[in-house]
C-alpha cells in the first residue's frame, strides 16, 4: 500500500473536454499488485478479447489526456468475496491527485468490512474521493439488503453518487460455475428500494442492464436521483429500447462510460457515431450529464475544489 494521498481537489476544466468517461477501471498499481487473481484476469481478457496487461494510474491518465477526455477511475474491493486484496485505493488517489486535470477519483470499500463505514468517511474527508464504486456479484452481496444501508447513508450524506455494476458480467464468464459469481446480484431492480431510500444519493446503474434492461429502464424512469452509464458493451449492440428512451424520457441521465480498459473509449465513441441518436442528445450523453452529475466547472467558473 501507498501512504496516505494528498486530498484531491478537481481541476477538470469541462470546457475543453470532448467527453467524460464515467466507468474508467485502473486495475494494476505501483507495485504491480492487480485488483482480481490472476484467472479472473485472464478469464476477463479471453472474453473481451483485451489485453491482460493493465494501465497503471498515470499511464491511464496520459492515455485519456491524449484524448481530451475526463475519466472517473476506481478500483473493487472484494476482499471478502475473492480472498484476495484490491489494488491500492491510496494509489488511484494520489495518481488522480498527480493528474486532477484529467481524473476524478471514486473509491471502493468491501461491503462486509466491519469498518466499511468508517473507510467511507477517511475516503472522502481525507482523500477526496467524489463517489463510489460497487459491485454487487463481484462483491457477492444484496445491494438491497438492510444491512448495507449505513454505508449508503454516509455517501448520501456526502451527497456523492454510487456507481453499481448491473447486468451481465465478463468477470468468471465461461468459466466453469463462473467461479461463483451471481448474476442475480447484479439484477437493477435490487438498486430500486436502494433509490428510494437515499433519495439524497445519485445512483448510477454501470452497463446495459441485459438480461434486465427494462428493469433498469423502470428504475432509471421512476427514480430522479437514477442514471445508466453505457459502458461495457459497444453501442451497436445496444438494447432497441434502451437507444429509444436514451433519445426521449432518459435523455438526461444516461452517461458516456467506456469499461476502459476492457472496452476502449475509441471502441466505443466510433460505434457510437454511427447510432441513431438525436443530435442534441449526442452532447449530453457524452459530457454535459456527467459535467451536471459531478459538478465539474468551466474555465470560466474557475475549476472545482470541493470533494
Not at 176 to 203: C, E, K, Q
Amino acid at each position: 500500500m501507498t501512504s496516505v494521498p494528498a486530498r484531491y481537489t478537481c481541476a477538470v476544466d469541462a470546457s475543453a473536454l470532448s467527453a467524460v468517461d464515467m466507468h474508467v477501471h485502473v486495475e494494476k498499481d505501483h507495485t504491480g499488485h492487480q485488483s482480481l487473481p490472476e484467472a479472473f484476469v485472464e478469464a476477463a481478457a479471453t472474453y473481451f478479447k483485451a489485453p491482460t496487461d493493465r494501465l497503471d494510474v498515470d499511464e491511464t491518465a496520459a492515455y485519456y489526456r491524449e484524448r481530451s477526455m475526463a475519466a472517473v477511475v476506481f478500483t473493487v474491493d472484494a476482499t471478502t468475496a475473492l480472498g484476495h486484496r484490491p489494488n491500492s485505493v491510496e494509489d488511484i488517489v494520489a495518481g488522480a491527485t498527480r493528474n486532477n486535470d484529467v481524473l476524478i477519483p471514486f473509491g471502493s470499500v468491501d461491503p462486509w468490512a466491519a469498518d466499511a463505514a468508517s473507510r467511507i468517511r477517511r475516503q472522502v474527508e481525507d482523500w477526496g474521493v467524489r463517489g463510489f464504486k460497487f459491485h454487487p456479484s463481484v462483491q457477492d452481496f444484496d445491494p438491497s439488503d438492510a444491512r448495507h444501508f449505513p454505508l449508503y447513508e454516509v455517501i448520501e450524506s456526502y451527497g456523492l453518487p454510487a456507481l453499481f455494476h448491473t447486468g451481465q458480467t465478463g468477470i468468471g464468464a465461461r468459466t466453469p460455475g463462473g467461479f461463483g459469481i451471481s448474476l442475480a446480484l447484479s439484477n437493477p431492480m435490487l438498486l430500486d428500494i436502494v433509490a428510494a431510500r437515499f433519495p439524497g444519493m445519485p445512483l448510477i446503474m454501470a452497463h446495459p442492464s441485459v438480461p434486465w434492461q427494462d428493469e433498469a429502464i423502470a428504475v432509471a424512469t421512476h427514480k430522479g436521483n437514477a442514471y445508466i452509464d453505457l459502458s461495457g458493451w459497444s453501442p451497436k449492440y445496444f438494447p432497441p429500447q434502451l437507444v429509444q428512451q436514451a433519445n426521449s424520457l432518459l435523455q438526461d441521465k444516461v452517461l458516456f462510460g467506456s469499461d476502459f480498459p476492457l472496452l476502449t473509449p475509441d471502441r466505443w465513441r466510433r460505434d457510437f457515431d454511427n447510432l441513431d441518436i438525436k443530435d442534441e442528445v449526442r452532447p449530453k450523453i457524452l459530457k454535459d450529464n456527467a459535467v451536471r452529475l459531478l459538478g465539474l466547472a468551466t474555465a470560466d467558473e474557475g475549476v472545482s475544489s470541493t470533494s
